[in-house]
Structure formats: C-alpha cells, structure tokens
C-alpha cells in the first residue's frame, strides 16, 4: 500500500511569489489533514478535509492560505503570495476516520518551503 | 487551551542506557495519545498510541508509554536505547472522537553515542 505523498520535496521561492504544494493521501482514506513546523517549533495544525469538504480550517494563519481538495481525493495548499514567516515544513496526514485504529493518522514526507 | 508540552529538548543517552521523555498535556474531555517519532531523513511514523484500555502501552521497536489520567502525563520510556534509536519524537494528543486534529509537543531530539 502507497503511503501519504507530498510534492515537492523542497521549494525556494522568493516573498511575494506563489507555491502550491500537494498532498496524496492513501487510497481511501477520507481524512486529509494539513500541518506546518516552523523551525524550532512545535508541529501546528492548518485544515481538516472530510472528503471534499473542509471540516475545520481554524489553524489558517491567514487568506494568503488557500486549500482544496478536488474530488476527495488529493489536496493543493496555496500560498499567495508567499511571505517570509511561511517557510517551515508542510506535512500532510491521512486517515480512514471510521472508528478505532482508524483514527491512526498517517504522515507524509513534508514538503521544506524556503522563502527568500 | 489545547497544549502538550515535552520536557526535554535534546536528550544525549549512551547506547543501552534507560530513556524516559516526558510529556504532559492539557486538552478538554477524553483524550487519545500518540508517540510519534522522526528518524533522520525519513517521515513521522507512529511509535504507539493510546485510545482506551490497558494505560500501559506497547509500541514498536521495545518503546512503550503509560497513560497517567490524574497526572495529564504519557511518558514515553525504553530500556535500554541503541544507536538507531536516534531521532525526534513527539508526543501528541487529540479528542476520543477521533477524526481531530492533533495537537503535537516541540518534540524532543534524541542522541544515542555509541
């Protein structure tokens, strides 16, 4: 079974410019949650996607973050336009969602935004 | 406020050395626990994780964590380290509904010398 996959690895953008990073969950996971570190801090949650819907965004620092999740099944996170207290690291995690284990929420690799 | 807070930021063991990372949390109603742990280059991965039941739980690699209700505590601890044991965990938590998001500690960063 393929794992949580996020692209790009790493990106290095200037203030002002605009990234989108994407996330694949695993296969019939109905959970997709986004996350964001920001170094020497502590891992923060940004948005919760049920499916297509978003569940619980209340972790958007702002409406430079734009995120969707086309047919319930990957997820973009958009920043426009990048500032500089962006960069951090971008995690994605998936999860069945349907009691028991399936809470267990799955990581992806993170995605490393530098803004320059 | 929702938090977790990790004890210790960078913790240097000799290899077979005993290892116990602290973790407490605040966070309102019934609670799962996670451990989650970062090995150099590689993704978080679960460690283990509590939901209910036996407080006392068993993870992968010989970690285990306990569940102290009355003290907001899921103290993670192994016998005895080994080099590979080298990375950064963290301890997070988040509702007994489930589909919640996580609330995570600062992690702490393990160093095991041989």
């Known amino acids: 079974e393929a794992g949580v996959t996020q692209f790009p690895s790493h990106s290095v953008i200037e203030k002002g410019q605009t990234v989108t990073l994407r996330c694949d969950p695993i296969?019939?996971?109905?959970?997709l949650y986004w996350y964001r570190r920001v170094m020497g801090k502590e891992i923060k949650f940004l948005l919760h996607f049920v499916k297509e819907s978003k569940q619980d965004e209340s972790g958007m620092p702002n409406n430079r973050f734009l995120a969707e999740r086309t047919g319930g099944t990957y997820s973009t996170l958009k920043v426009q336009p990048a500032e500089l207290e962006d960069s951090g690291v971008y995690f994605c995690a998936s999860s069945q969602g349907r009691g028991g284990s399936t809470y267990e929420q799955y990581f992806g690799p993170g995605t490393r935004l530098t803004v320059t | 406020a929702q938090s977790v807070s990790q004890h210790n930021h960078h913790v240097i063991l000799s290899e077979a050395a005993s290892l116990e990372l602290g973790c407490n949390y605040s966070?309102?109603?019934?609670?799962?626990l996670f451990w989650y742990v970062q090995y150099p280059g590689q993704h978080l991965q679960l460690l283990l994780k509590?939901?209910?039941?036996?407080?006392l739980v068993k993870g992968i690699k010989g970690f285990e964590a306990e569940f102290i209700k009355s003290k907001f505590s899921f103290n993670l601890r192994k016998p005895s380290v080994q080099w590979s044991d080298t990375a950064e965990y963290f301890c997070a938590v988040n509702g007994n509904s489930g589909n919640t998001p996580l609330v995570f500690g600062k992690g702490t960063r393990l160093s095991v010398i041989a």
């Open positions: 509590y939901f209910s039941g036996d407080p």
């Open positions: 296969s019939g996971h109905d959970n």
């Open positions: 966070y309102g109603g019934t609670v799962n």
